[in-house]
């Protein structure tokens, strides 16, 4: 006997998700939930990406806490991602989507990664 568990190297995010990227500070910590059993690197620096596979910023998951076939947690801001140093992560994100999903699809919300 045996459940799906995905492990998670990045924190892709939807706004319903708890991702409220127009008003994401650096130094402050959010909540976050998803559906799934996922598992985060705790305490390390990881990427947040919204729905575009876009990086958001540097942040280091705090706590997850799996039941109810969800996934829910905290998730601390280190940098806010600006500028060149923005589009250079996304486009290692989206590359490394398409290279997963053998896809050439240009609607980055279309593409899920499991």
Known sequence: MGFF????WALKLKPEQ????????ENKEYHFQKDGYR????DMPIDLINSQWEAVAKVIVTKTI?????TSG????????????K?????NWRETAKIITQSNETDFSKIKVT
């Open 39 to 42: 598992v985060y690197p705790i």
């Open 18 to 25: 708890g991702l409220a990227e127009n008003t994401l500070e």
């Open 74 to 85: 905290t998730y601390f801001v280190l940098r806010i991602y600006q500028d060149e140093e």
């Open 5 to 8: 568990v995905e492990n998670n």
């Open 87 to 91: 589009n250079i992560i996304s486009n």
């Open 66 to 70: 799996l039941e109810n076939k969800t």
